[in-house]
């Protein structure tokens, strides 16, 4: 019953606070993942944005987040090299295009780009979108709103930030920079005119109610594109040997925020590729959105198998999600 009431209050356009999103995570699971369906459908129909991500500079991160393969901190297996060139970011844009996907994302390394690499970068977005047509959102880190503004003017549209858990929990995750760092560059890209996407990862130690927190933090921020990360441990860095989360509680993860954030694409992310249904059940429990292909450092999904998914689960990938 009580799932009915708040399902109907979100339905009616009111908000739900912290303590009835923390009463709704107790609830039997198959009833609160189809209220969050109901949910998404009432206010997202059946419209889903997918995107790929290319991993623009790897390793030598001078951040030590305990969960990345990148970080100088750790002794992993990840790849080094250096910002990609214009022909290199280009090629990948377009390999995506042609498969159907309307969105492309460079991500990089470090705690920001250069002011040389700035620059260096928006030539090849320019570049990107005078050859593609495919929308261009970026992850470069902790920028201001100077660097987003050429960022804009290039030619992308989104920037990703991710605050990865609740601002309590985050110290104990990251001691090289804070959550409120995160937050004003995101604020900084939303001056500019850019939209964002920020989300976190789950499996990091942290509780439901800090989950909940940092979901409540993305709807004060107005963030509508909210990736969800279920933590895929890495031989090397100190997340190595924490437990991953089953599909039952990414399922609960996902239909949680989708009551508290029930107009936003939800993004199933990095640690998909771990579930056997490959986040076939959390796209019926308030998911509509993920990234396809391969993650920075690990494996994904092929673009082929997902649009085969999505068409059988009756979504439509749609363009313009911002």
Same mark, same amino acid.
């Given at each position: 019953? $009580? ?15 912290? $303590?009835? +999103?923390?009463?709704?995570? =107790? !609830?039997?699971?198959? /009833?609160?993942?189809?209220? +969050? ?9 059946? @419209? ?27 002794? /992993? ?11 290199? #970011? ?17 991500? /990089? ?9 700035? $620059? ?6 320019? &570049?990107?979108?005078?050859?593609? *047509?495919?929308?261009?959102? %970026?992850?470069?880190? #902790?920028?201001? $709103?100077? @660097? ?26 990251? /001691? ?6 995160? %937050? ?25 109610? *800090? ?51 029930? &107009? ?42 997902? !649009? =085969? ?14």
């Amino acid at each position: 019953m $009580e799932i009915e009431m708040l399902k109907k209050k979100v339905l009616k356009g009111e908000q739900i606070e912290k $303590e009835e +999103a923390l009463a709704l995570a =107790e !609830m039997p699971l198959e /009833t609160l993942c189809s209220g +969050a369906d109901e949910i998404r459908r009432a206010f997202c129909g059946n @419209a889903f944005d997918l995107c790929t991500i290319i991993n623009g500079k790897s390793g030598k991160c001078s951040e030590n987040c305990k969960y990345c393969a990148q970080s100088s901190f750790y002794k /992993t297996d990840v790849e080094n090299y250096p910002l990609l060139g214009e022909k290199e #970011l280009t090629e990948q844009a377009k390999y995506n295009s042609e498969r159907g996907v309307p969105r492309y994302s460079i991500v /990089t390394s470090g705690k920001r780009l250069s002011g040389r690499e700035v $620059e260096e970068v928006c030539r090849s977005i320019r &570049k990107i979108k005078e050859s593609v *047509d495919i929308s261009v959102c %970026v992850s470069f880190g #902790l920028l201001d $709103e100077a @660097a987003f503004r050429k960022i804009k003017e290039a030619g992308a549209v989104r920037v990703h930030n991710n605050l990865e858990t609740s601002a309590g929990y985050f110290p104990k995750v990251c /001691t090289t920079h804070t959550q409120e760092d995160k %937050v004003n560059s995101l604020k900084a890209a939303q001056r500019a005119g850019l939209s964002v996407c920020s989300g976190g990862i789950m499996g990091l130690g942290e509780r439901m109610e *800090d989950r909940i927190d940092m979901a409540l933090r993305l709807r004060e921020l107005g963030v509508n594109s909210v990736p969800i990360n279920m933590l895929n441990p890495i031989p090397g860095t100190p997340y190595e040997n924490n437990p991953r989360l089953t599909e039952d509680e990414m399922c609960r993860i996902t239909a949680v925020f989708r009551f508290l954030l029930p &107009k936003a694409f939800i993004r199933l992310a990095g640690g998909r590729g771990l579930m056997k249904d490959q986040g076939r059940r959390c796209f019926l429990s308030g998911a509509n959105a993920a990234i396809t292909g391969d993650m920075l450092t690990t494996a994904g999904i092929t673009i082929k198998r997902d !649009m =085969e998914m999505l068409e059988e689960l009756g979504y439509q990938v749609v363009r313009d999600c911002e």
